[in-house]
């Protein structure tokens, strides 16, 4: 039979600990975060706006253009 042998070297982290140290991260960069938070969302938003109101029409117009060449 083989032995068992338990590999629990490395120690459990704290839950509650792991968690304050996040809360503590986000509310020091509360402003930053959600400066980067809103930046991606403008970009994202930009380039669907970007996309289906400006790319789109375009090439429907050229392929109609083209069509009758």
């Known amino acids: ?38 930046a991606i969302v403008v970009i994202v938003g930009g380039y669907f706006l970007y996309r289906n109101y400006y790319v789109i029409p375009r090439e429907k117009q050229s392929q109609n253009v083209s069509f009758m060449a």
Request: proline content about 3%; hydrophobic content about 35%.
């Open 1 to 38: 039979m083989a032995k068992k042998t338990s590999h629990h070297d490395k120690p459990i982290i704290d839950v509650e600990e792991t968690l304050s140290r996040t809360e503590d991260f986000v509310e020091k960069n509360k402003t930053i975060l959600t400066i980067i938070i809103v």
